[in-house]
């Protein structure tokens, strides 16, 4: 599709329960896309590392507010308007909000080229603004105690941050790996989206949400898999 084309249609038309399995998949396989680039350039560059672990972060929760588009889905078509306005799908710090809320993945000791990097914290919920920042750093030149920083001066001294966020997110991806490898498991997730999104959204600790998403992935193998 040449550009004028893709121009009169993005964001048009209606979405089934299907298509919004489909983009489901397509969510998480960009996700990890979005990450093995983090991984490649975190020696070389690793403030623009960070800021595409970011965006694998918040493509992953895209994963996860689809849930519940694909829930609205069941019984009629939704559009785009309806699924942006309702899911605030972009906006970044939402995106972010939501991975938080539900990926907080504990890492206890983590190996990273030779290095053992040790954490004891989860994601915290309120990092929102602070990840949208780091984000911005890592492509951009900004202004930092009255003189302009580069995004290689920034990330100088980050190379930890990004190795930490990028173990976090490939936890996340690794938990969601039965339900989204395929497109054909995301699709069988979206008809079943209804019982998936009570999960989401039942007040859960990371060790309650892994293990419901467990016992909602076992119960359903035969058709997931």
Same mark, same amino acid.
């Given at each position: 599709?040449?550009?004028?084309?893709?121009?009169?249609?993005?964001?048009?038309?209606?979405?089934?329960?299907? &298509?919004? #399995? +489909?983009?489901?998949?397509?969510?998480?396989?960009?996700? %990890? @896309?979005? !990450?093995?680039?983090? /991984?490649? =350039?975190?020696?070389?560059?690793?403030?623009?590392?960070?800021?595409?672990?970011?965006?694998?972060?918040?493509?992953?929760?895209?994963?996860?507010?689809?849930?519940?588009?694909?829930?609205?889905?069941?019984?009629?078509?939704?559009?785009?308007?309806?699924?942006?306005?309702?899911?605030?799908?972009?906006?970044?710090?939402?995106?972010?909000?939501?991975?938080? &809320?539900? #990926? +907080?993945?504990?890492?206890?000791?983590?190996?990273?080229? %030779? @290095?053992? !990097?040790?954490?004891? /914290?989860? =994601?915290?919920?309120?990092?929102?603004?602070?990840?949208?920042?780091?984000?911005?750093?890592?492509?951009?030149?900004?202004?930092?105690?009255?003189?302009?920083?580069?995004?290689?001066?920034?990330?100088?001294?980050?190379?930890?941050?990004?190795?930490?966020?990028?173990?976090?997110?490939?936890?996340?991806?690794?938990?969601?790996?039965?339900?989204?490898?395929?497109?054909?498991?995301?699709?069988?997730?979206?008809?079943?989206?209804?019982?998936?999104?009570?999960?989401?959204?039942?007040?859960?600790?990371?060790?309650?949400?892994?293990?419901?998403?467990?016992?909602?992935?076992?119960?359903?193998?035969?058709?997931?898999?």
């Amino acid at each position: 599709m040449n550009v004028h084309e893709f121009i009169k249609t993005i964001r048009t038309g209606d979405l089934s329960n299907e &298509a919004i #399995g +489909k983009g489901m998949h397509k969510s998480f396989v960009n996700a %990890g @896309e979005l !990450l093995e680039d983090a /991984e490649l =350039l975190l020696p070389h560059r690793p403030a623009r590392a960070l800021s595409l672990a970011i965006l694998a972060l918040e493509e992953t929760a895209k994963t996860v507010l689809l849930t519940n588009a694909a829930a609205k889905a069941r019984n009629k078509n939704i559009t785009w308007s309806e699924l942006e306005k309702d899911l605030k799908l972009r906006s970044h710090a939402h995106k972010q909000a939501v991975f938080s &809320a539900y #990926g +907080k993945a504990i890492l206890e000791k983590l190996e990273v080229e %030779g @290095e053992n !990097l040790f954490t004891e /914290e989860s =994601l915290p919920g309120g990092m929102g603004p602070l990840l949208d920042w780091m984000k911005q750093l890592g492509f951009y030149v900004d202004v930092a105690d009255g003189k302009f920083i580069s995004p290689m001066e920034f990330g100088s001294d980050d190379a930890d941050w990004a190795r930490w966020l990028i173990a976090v997110v490939k936890q996340r991806l690794d938990s969601f790996e039965k339900l989204h490898s395929t497109e054909e498991k995301s699709i069988k997730v979206a008809k079943k989206a209804g019982e998936l999104v009570e999960i989401i959204a039942s007040p859960n600790d990371d060790n309650s949400f892994q293990n419901k998403l467990k016992k909602f992935t076992k119960e359903y193998e035969k058709k997931l898999i």
